[in-house]
């Protein structure tokens, strides 16, 4: 195609736009032409870095010389990347009947965030940023190995996200490797804006309950799960990271483990399970033992329990039911509402809530231990994910313990098990105990 032909269609494309700049530059017999979307471009660069020198510089194969030698410089290989690159804030320069792309993008969210999600007391408190180049820079400043590896593609029909795969070449499984790319060049959708959107789209088991990847917003957790021979996946303007294949365990372990000596992490790692156990199991316990099983008790406990309930004119398991539908109540409005208030209203309302029923005889004093338990147990657990997770299985635990009493709820647990038994992640075991990286050296050894 002709270099006019190629600017014509150029122009057809951002026809209905009003953004579109036509920069014609002519001195002593030098000519350029510029093409850029004003929105988009840093203008300090621009004049600092083409027009100014343009008028410096003494013939046009000088400055184009000068040009290629930016590290903004890009060839155009086809016109159908010239539309995409310009959206990305490139600037087209069209110099000696030639075309260049110079990368000139005005980027307004390139600094790095605060830690919000993935809080610690001890390590860095920074976490990952809207920009997908930051995020990179961030994560090969902490990462010093050559085999680290980034490609990048674009999804999304409409919005066109850059998303970028990271790996060490090195420690990654291929298979593993092979298979994110292959799900990835299935996903065709219109709008991809965020990782955890991408994740529902490559995930091929949605109907399970737990999370095949671990989205994380800190850059050592990221680098640690490299070294563990993790992918990780980053969507350009979102500032939460995937890493996968990962295992069950790997949501019960936080970046702050590395941190403490040996006592105190196995100390820490006890009370998040034996916090996940009970936010799990201690509802379901509750409705089996007081509706069918309350021989299970000592006799003191037994008539502590039973005297509590004197009064309320529903049984446990609408009692166990109605608490825990306000405690989610509370839960989702404590992230609803703006930080200013979320922590008094969600207080006050817990307060107020709790003292209310139990005067009013709807749920018994001991009831409300139980959920008070069950909610403080639910948020030891580190990553959002499983503890949403964790959320849902309660409910079916407490069902069927309503049903068959405490044989379905060991029956219910087991099955649970197998079911984590037989899950996996990108063809990695959901209950395996030890890192791909571990896993693959012994592999190699034995080679």
Do not use: C
């Not at 840093?42 to 400055?63: C, D, T």
């Not at 959002?384 to 219910?412: K, P, Q, Y």
Request: charge should be neutral.
């Amino acid at each position: 195609m002709l270099l006019s032909e190629t600017i014509n269609w150029v122009n057809e494309q951002f026809k209905n736009t009003n953004e579109l700049v036509h920069k014609n530059l002519e001195y002593e017999n030098k000519h350029i032409l510029l093409f850029y979307l004003k929105s988009l471009i840093n203008s300090e660069m621009l004049q600092q870095l083409i027009i100014k020198p343009f008028f410096e510089m003494s013939s046009e194969e000088q400055f184009k010389i000068y040009l290629q030698a930016l590290p903004q410089f890009q060839e155009v290989t086809s016109k159908e990347q010239i539309p995409l690159e310009m959206m990305n804030g490139n600037i087209l320069v069209k110099i000696h009947n030639e075309l260049y792309l110079l990368d000139f993008r005005l980027a307004n969210n390139d600094k790095v965030n605060q830690t919000s999600v993935e809080t610690t007391i001890h390590g860095s408190q920074l976490a990952l940023s809207d920009n997908l180049m930051t995020n990179i820079n961030v994560i090969r400043s902490n990462y010093h190995q050559a085999s680290l590896t980034v490609e990048y593609l674009v999804k999304g029909e409409v919005n066109q996200h850059k998303v970028a795969i990271i790996y060490d070449k090195d420690k990654v499984k291929s298979d593993v490797l092979d298979t994110i790319r292959k799900r990835l060049q299935n996903v065709d959708k219109q709008l991809i804006t965020s990782t955890t959107q991408l994740n529902n789209f490559i995930n091929d088991k949605r109907f399970s309950l737990f999370p095949q990847m671990i989205m994380t917003e800190r850059p050592d957790r990221i680098v640690y799960n490299l070294g563990g021979g993790k992918v990780i996946l980053l969507v350009d303007g979102n500032p939460q990271s995937m890493a996968t294949p990962v295992v069950f365990f790997d949501f019960m372990t936080t970046i702050e483990d590395n941190y403490h000596t040996l006592f105190i992490s196995l100390f820490l790692k006890i009370l998040r399970y034996a916090g996940l156990l009970l936010s799990l199991l201690l509802p379901a316990l509750y409705v089996g033992v007081t509706s069918f099983t309350p021989e299970v008790f000592r006799t003191e406990l037994a008539l502590t329990v039973a005297g509590s309930r004197v009064g309320v004119p529903f049984s446990s398991f609408i009692e166990v039911l109605f608490m825990l539908f306000f405690m989610e109540l509370l839960l989702e409005a404590s992230i609803r509402l703006p930080k200013a208030v979320s922590a008094t209203a969600t207080t006050v309302g817990g307060l107020i809530l709790g003292t209310a029923v139990t005067e009013a005889s709807l749920a018994s004093n001991i009831m409300v231990i139980i959920v008070s338990a069950v909610a403080i147990s639910t948020f030891v657990i580190p990553v959002n994910e499983m503890a949403f997770s964790i959320r849902v299985v309660r409910l079916l635990l407490i069902l069927i313990t309503s049903i068959f009493g405490l044989a379905g709820l060991i029956l219910s647990f087991f099955a649970l098990i197998m079911h984590l038994v037989n899950l996996d992640s990108f063809g990695e075991p959901y209950l395996k105990l030890y890192t791909l990286a571990k896993d693959k050296k012994s592999s190699e050894g034995k080679s």
